[in-house]
């Protein structure tokens, strides 16, 4: 038997009986104690942590979905309306790629970036926000138009909704129409076998959209061809200088690489991109 001084309490030694090498029975409170006292304080823990979690949930708004039926229809109304809402919500990213200009923007940019042949520099989270911005750039006139017609009288209850939608739609159409060539509007004006407008506002959206789409991807691949040139000349220039010292087992792209590098640096490529973009837009061309 003998006393083995582990944990200290005030002044006083706790102390443990040992019998043959082991701990009595006697000798565990010792032992315990400090971990009773760690498991009050987590049993008190969860009981703040309880309180404040059924404290926020009571005063947490609730939705609820009533699937009753209803005589009258004006109570029906505003549930189609936020179903409409949910669903225009959804596909805001299709509408952003559609009826803006951020198609050719992530386009020329991934151009740019092949042309290079840096693989995956820039990143592509860095395009996107890149082409977002820009996009934001280039469509403010359009915004501030929107802003200006639509919202701002919407919200000061001076239209109502189907007015502040119509006010909406021109200058959508106007800044897509101006990016549109007449020869794809055509195009499905020939599929769909309809009679031919009388001028441009008596263009529908379902026609408007897919031609504006086609006229996007037409114009940014003509400047991703403008842009592959130069690169193309010096990938060229590098792989007949290394066929004429013999290195053939050289793959010409490790090479052309710094060269094309330096020159995009040198003449301020990214400037003279993103200035190019910007201006082949009517709204600041």
Not at 46 to 54: D, E, G, K, N, P
Not at 166 to 177: N, Q, S, Y
Not at 258 to 273: A, H, N, Q
Request: with cysteine; proline share 6%; aromatic share 8%.
């Amino acid at each position: 038997m003998k006393n083995c001084g582990i944990f200290r309490s005030s002044d006083r030694s706790t102390t443990c009986q040992t019998k043959g090498g082991r701990i009595t029975p006697a000798g565990f409170s010792g032992y315990l104690r400090p971990f009773s006292v760690l498991a009050v304080m987590a049993i008190g823990v969860l009981c703040v942590s309880a309180t404040i979690v059924y404290a926020a949930d009571s005063s947490l708004p609730s939705l609820s979905i009533n699937l009753a039926q209803k005589d009258d229809p004006d109570g029906v109304v505003p549930a189609i309306k936020i179903v409409a809402l949910m669903t225009v919500l959804s596909v805001a990213p299709a509408i952003l790629l559609m009826m803006t200009s951020f198609t050719r923007i992530l386009i020329v940019l991934s151009f740019v970036r092949q042309a290079l042949g840096t693989m995956s520099m820039p990143p592509n989270q860095v395009l996107v926000g890149l082409s977002l911005f820009l996009t934001a750039f280039t469509m403010s006139p359009v915004i501030d138009a929107l802003s200006e017609r639509a919202v701002t009288p919407f919200l000061a209850k001076a239209i109502t909704q189907d007015q502040a939608l119509g006010e909406a739609a021109g200058p959508v159409r106007k800044f897509m129409l101006a990016e549109t060539r007449e020869s794809d509007i055509g195009l499905f004006y020939t599929i769909s076998k309809r009679e031919q407008p009388k001028s441009a506002k008596d263009v529908p959206f379902t026609v408007l959209v897919p031609a504006f789409m086609i006229s996007e991807l037409k114009t940014a691949f003509q400047i991703g061809f403008l842009i592959y040139i130069p690169f193309l000349v010096i990938d060229m220039v590098i792989s007949a200088i290394l066929m004429a010292l013999g290195m053939m087992m050289l793959p010409p792209t490790i090479v052309s690489l710094p060269f094309k590098l330096v020159l995009f640096v040198l003449v301020d490529g990214w400037s003279l991109i993103v200035g190019s973009i910007v201006k082949s837009f009517h709204t600041f061309g």
